[in-house]
C-alpha cells in the first residue's frame, strides 16, 4: 500500500473515478487553474481538459444550482465548495432543490451529486470560516453526509459516494490534509452507512469522527497509562449511522463518550447519544458524556481557539467520568 496525505488520497479518488465513468465532472471556485484552494484537484484540468474541470465564478448559488441541473439530466457532478462556510450562501439550492428533487418529482430525477470540500476550524481563521456542518445538513431528508478521518477511508468513502444516485455531503477537514496514512491499492469502496472500529477496546467506547479521532487516538493513549482501555468507534457516514456496530460496541464497554468539533447545542453528538438513549439504555452503566466545541463564536486568538475546540485532556476527563475514574 502506497503512504499518502489526505488530499492526495481524495484526489486520487477524483481522478479514477474520473476516469471509470465520463460522466463524471468537477466544478467549483479556482479547482482548475489553480488546482483548488488546497490543491485537492491538482493536476485533474491537464488530464481531463476544461470541459470536466470548471472553474467558476464567485457564485454559491449559481454552480450549485447549475450542478443540479446537470444531475437532472444524468451527469455525475462533483462539487467543490473552498469552505463549506460558503455553501451556506447555496443552501436553498442544496436543500430545496438537491434534497428534494427525487421526492417532488415523483421519483423521476436522481440527483447523483457529491457536495465536498473542507469542514471546521482552520488556524486562526475565526468566526465566520470555521463552522462545522454536519448537525445541519444531516437534518435534513434526501441528503447522505459523510466525514473521513483517514486517507484510505477518504478515497474509498468519495468513490462510493460519487457512485450514489442521491446528493451527499461530504466534509473533509482542512486541517487534515495533510495527515499521512497507507491506502489500499485499486478499486477499494467504503459503504455508505458502514463504521469502524479504530481501535478495539473494553472499558469505554469513544465515538468520534472527522479530525476528533485523531483527538481521540491519542486520548485512547493516555487512557491505556491508567489501565482504561478505550474502543475507538469511527462512524464515517453521519447520516445514516451505522447503528448496529454503535449497539455492538456499548454491549460491550456498556460506557460512551461523544467527541464532535461542531457546538454542543444541536450537534450531531446529541443525536448519537439519543439514539443510544433510545435502542441501548438498559445496557449503559454511566452517562453518555459529550465533548463539543464551546458555545461561542470562535475566536481570533489561538489561546482562546484551543480552549474552544475539544481536546485531548478533555476527552481523557469524559472518558474517566464514565468509567467512574475521574
Known amino acids: 500500500m502506497a503512504v499518502m496525505e489526505m488530499k492526495e ?3 486520487q479518488a477524483l481522478k479514477e473515478e474520473m476516469i471509470r465513468d465520463e460522466k463524471v465532472f468537477i466544478l467549483g471556485e479556482e479547482v482548475a487553474e489553480y488546482n483548488g484552494a488546497y490543491k485537492v ?3 485533474l484540468l491537464d488530464h481531463f481538459g476544461p ?4 472553474d467558476t465564478p464567485i457564485s454559491e448559488t449559481g454552480f450549485t444550482g447549475l450542478a443540479v441541473g446537470a444531475a437532472m439530466m444524468g451527469l455525475r457532478p462533483v462539487v467543490e465548495f473552498m469552505s463549506f462556510n460558503f455553501s451556506f450562501v447555496a443552501f436553498d439550492q442544496i436543500i430545496s432543490n438537491a434534497a428534494k428533487m427525487y421526492y417532488m418529482s415523483g421519483g423521476l430525477f436522481n440527483i447523483p451529486m457529491v457536495m465536498r470540500g473542507p469542514n471546521g476550524a482552520g488556524p486562526r481563521v475565526s468566526s465566520q470560516h470555521s463552522h462545522n456542518v454536519e448537525s445541519l445538513y444531516a437534518h435534513f431528508p434526501g441528503l447522505r453526509v459523510m ?10 468513502m468519495l468513490k462510493s459516494a460519487i457512485r450514489c444516485n442521491d446528493p451527499v455531503i ?3 477537514n482542512e486541517l487534515a490534509y495533510s495527515l499521512k496514512g497507507e491506502v489500499p491499492d485499486g478499486d477499494n469502496l467504503v459503504p455508505i452507512g458502514k463504521g469502524d472500529i479504530k481501535r478495539e477496546g473494553t472499558d469505554v467506547t469513544i465515538i468520534a469522527w472527522s479530525r476528533m479521532m485523531s483527538l481521540a487516538k491519542a486520548a485512547a493513549e493516555e487512557l491505556a497509562k491508567e489501565g482504561i482501555h478505550a474502543e475507538l468507534l ?6 445514516p449511522l451505522d447503528m448496529p456496530l454503535i449497539a455492538a460496541s456499548v454491549k460491550k464497554t456498556n ?8 457546538h454542543y447545542f444541536c450537534g450531531l453528538g446529541s443525536q448519537v447519544a439519543e439514539s443510544i438513549y433510545r435502542d441501548l439504555f438498559d445496557y449503559l452503566d454511566a452517562p453518555i458524556q459529550r ?16 480552549a474552544t475546540l475539544p481536546s485531548v485532556e478533555k476527552i481523557v476527563m469524559a472518558a474517566k467520568q464514565a468509567a467512574y475514574r475521574a
Not at 147 to 156: E, R, T, V
Open 41 to 43: 484537484t491538482k493536476g
Open 255 to 262: 460506557r460512551v463518550v461523544v467527541v464532535e468539533e461542531g
Open 51 to 54: 470541459k470536466r474541470v470548471i
Open 9 to 11: 488520497a481524495i484526489n
Open 147 to 156: 466525514s473521513p478521518s483517514n486517507p484510505a477511508d477518504a478515497k474509498g
Open 234 to 239: 469511527d462512524p464515517r457516514t453521519l447520516k
Open 170 to 172: 461530504f466534509l473533509e
Open 291 to 306: 465533548i463539543a466545541q464551546g458555545e461561542n463564536p470562535m475566536p481570533y486568538a489561538a489561546n482562546l481557539e484551543a
